[in-house]
């Protein structure tokens, strides 16, 4: 088969493959032959902020919750049901929808090859109705106000209102029930024709599959499929550098009250690895469960297994936050904040992060061992614009004065923000 390129890693011994069909469908295949199941994603370039865009020349404005919403409906065909077609080869299938992307998957340990002509067939096969959209309507209209309950779902969407003032990744993925209800067939189609062209498609497996197994059928079953409606050219609206707010409050019915302290960062360039990858070192070494701060907070009862520190770097935002349930939130955030600026004076543990370097290394290595753990990480190489093999080449060259560097840039306390679960 021609077109196919090699890629090797002389740390792990293993390679995988990867071939860009003629209507541009990225395919990649890690062949693990010592593993009996096979994990497949089937990516496209559209998420919940995918909101504005022009396709042939028209302008089509998408109501907050539509990548979601089209998640959902691709599921269904004039063929029947995805998940039915899914369980008859005996594979388990899913989907979701992130800020960013909207990927389709199954894992399976028998019939792979079928399931995998499933996989590339139902995404090709749109089949929206006003009746069915309608039907979809409801039935996503009760999962977001099971959300809406939710105290920590509740407390991600304030904290991200708080950072942003026009950025789309304030609204919630799945939208609202008002927002819901003006998407159509026809915004549906236009939305499909303009993000789930092959161009802007991934196609990631990994397992027991050979690659020549997953190009003959991508091509077979996907190579026909051609890219139309036309030059597609999206928008985001400016976003300006200041935070929208400092703070937002709600009161719900929760056992303990429960904070997020926010902070908003420039947006991180294209194949940026060492930026993404300083920001989950600086996580650790500020808030991780082996941290100063967290082992203090945790031996005075101000903080719980709950707590979390992390960081969404995606295209068009970036931003860290620090949560969890506290009986004084704002003694953990003053703590948090005094920690911060502690260490932008002090620098960063030096045997610390020597420490966090050798168990990432080992952790990243690990899992390669994984078919899902593989697979997707193709995927997140893939929109993310750097090699697969690159994570490894970056946590072994990552340096303290990279981590110390990114720490004084992107935290400070004008560009933070608070939101707050207080007790009813």
């Known amino acids: 088969m021609s077109g196919i390129r090699t890629i090797k890693n002389k740390r792990l011994n293993e ?42 020349g028209k302008t089509v404005s998408a109501p907050a919750g539509t990548a979601h919403f ?9 063929k029947g049901d995805a998940f039915e077609l899914f369980a008859k080869t005996g594979a388990s299938a899913n989907a979701y929808t992130s800020f960013e992307r909207t990927c389709y998957l199954f894992s399976a340990s028998i019939n792979a090859g079928r399931s995998l002509e499933t996989l590339l067939s139902f995404v090709s096969e749109p089949h929206f109705t006003k ?17 809406d309950d939710a105290p920590e779902w ?19 993925i799945a939208g609202t029930v008002e927002s819901i209800a003006q998407i159509s067939p026809e915004i549906l189609y236009d939305c499909y024709r303009a993000f789930y062209r092959p161009e802007n498609m991934a196609l990631c497996v990994a397992g027991a599959l050979s690659p020549e197994e997953v190009f003959e ?30 703070s937002e409050r709600r009161a719900m019915s929760v056992s303990m009250p429960q904070f997020c302290l926010g902070f908003k960062h420039s947006r991180s360039k294209p194949g940026d690895i060492k930026r993404t990858l300083g920001f ?46 506290s009986r004084d939130p704002d003694a953990v955030i003053y703590s ?36 899902e753990g593989v697979a997707s990480r193709l995927m997140e190489a893939h929109f993310k614009q750097y090699g697969l093999y690159d994570i490894i080449d970056a946590v072994a060259e990552i340096s303290l004065e990279e981590v110390n560097a990114l720490l004084c840039e992107s935290f400070k306390e004008e560009l933070s923000a608070r939101a707050y679960i207080d007790l009813i």
């Open 217 to 246: 059928t991508a091509e077979r079953v996907y190579g026909g499929i051609e890219n139309s409606g036309g030059e597609v050219e999206r928008f985001l609206p400016k976003e300006e550098t200041a935070v929208a707010q400092k």
């Open 280 to 325: 989950r070192f600086l996580n650790l070494l500020l808030a991780g469960e082996t941290s100063p701060l967290y082992l203090r907070l945790y031996d005075k009862g101000l903080l719980n297994e709950t707590f979390d520190a992390s960081t969404m770097d995606a295209q068009g935002f970036c931003c860290t936050t620090f949560s969890g349930e």
């Open 336 to 371: 948090i904040n005094e920690e911060i600026e502690r260490a932008k004076r002090e620098g960063l543990s030096e045997e610390r992060f020597e420490e966090h370097k050798r168990a990432m290394l080992g952790s990243t290595l690990a899992a390669f061992d994984s078919v």
């Open 131 to 147: 009746e069915t959209v309608q039907k979809e309507q409801g039935i996503i209209a009760q999962e977001i106000k099971m959300y």
């Open 70 to 78: 089209l998640e959902h409906k691709l599921f269904e065909s004039e």
């Open 15 to 56: 390679k995988y493959c990867f071939k860009k069909l003629e209507n541009g469908l990225s395919v990649y295949s890690y062949p693990l032959p010592g593993k009996r199941g096979v994990y497949a994603l089937m990516g496209a370039d559209i998420g919940s902020t995918t909101r504005e865009f022009t396709l042939g």
């Open 154 to 172: 509740a407390l991600a969407t304030m904290i991200l209102r708080c950072l942003y003032s026009e950025n789309p990744v304030r609204d919630d």
